[in-house]
């Protein structure tokens, strides 16, 4: 993550209060927000019990101020459609990704600068405890909300802080985690990279990402 920016935290935080829908009551949203901005955070990613409405328009706005991204992890179509009602317009700036929240933290989305979960979600502390052991060239901040509905705060791993914000915070902020042997990723071609290719017939250019080798490409 980069530098601490108070410009980029103070804009997220207001414009995810003009967002709600109770703009004279600071919400978890708020913080949230203001956290992703301040730290310009990049890949920003969500996984909610419900529709998780607020807390993801708050990551919204944050993207705004960062140029970042937003991931909103669900379970199912109809879980999705209910995310894009709560999010009205703002569902564009949002990447939906249907599946279980472990298996695509740990294996698509481990290199995120933000992952926000609810503590209501019924493996809230398996998936915490994976993401923070998972290695990673990267810090990253994990954020739990509603940690007082299901006692959740009475798990904490390494480093983690219980905030009394609304229904209670869990904020965790995980280092870079590398093996000794240099076995890990860091460096590696499981890195995304871009990639540019000249139509020597046309003379476009097109534009592709590349996740890992054998990975098919994005064309962007």
């Given at each position: 993550m980069a530098?601490?920016?108070a410009e980029n935290a103070t804009k997220a935080y207001l414009k995810t209060m003009k967002m709600g829908k109770s703009p004279k009551e600071p919400d978890v949203a708020e913080f949230i927000s203001a956290l992703a901005a301040g730290n310009n955070s990049q890949l920003m990613v969500v996984a909610s019990a419900t529709t998780g409405g607020t807390t993801t328009l708050g990551l919204v706005a944050a993207?705004?101020?960062?140029?970042?991204?937003?991931?909103?992890?669900?379970?199912?179509?109809?879980?999705?459609?209910?995310?894009?009602?709560?999010?009205?317009?703002?569902?564009?700036?949002?990447?939906?990704?249907i599946g279980e929240a472990q298996d695509l933290l740990l294996n698509q989305y481990w290199e995120a600068d933000l992952v926000v979960v609810d503590c209501n979600l019924e493996n809230y502390?398996?998936?915490?405890?994976?993401?923070?052991?998972?290695?990673?060239c990267n810090s990253s901040v994990?954020?739990?909300?509603?940690?007082?509905?299901?006692d959740s705060?009475?798990?904490?791993?390494?480093?983690?802080?219980?905030?009394?914000?609304?229904?209670?915070?869990l904020l965790t902020r995980i280092g870079k985690r590398t093996t000794t042997s240099g076995s890990n990723n860091c460096g590696s071609g499981k890195k995304s990279k871009w990639v540019v290719k000249v139509d020597r017939c046309t003379g476009e250019e097109h534009v592709f990402r590349v996740r890992s080798p054998g990975s098919r490409f994005i064309k962007a």
């Open positions: 530098c601490w920016s993207a705004h101020q960062t140029g970042g991204h937003v991931v909103c992890i669900v379970h199912s179509l109809d879980e999705l459609r209910f995310c894009q009602k709560a999010l009205g317009f703002s569902a564009v700036r949002v990447e939906f990704v502390e398996e998936i915490a405890r994976a993401f923070e052991l998972k290695e990673r994990v954020l739990g909300y509603n940690a007082f509905c299901k705060w009475r798990w904490s791993g390494l480093g983690t802080q219980l905030l009394p914000i609304r229904e209670g915070l």
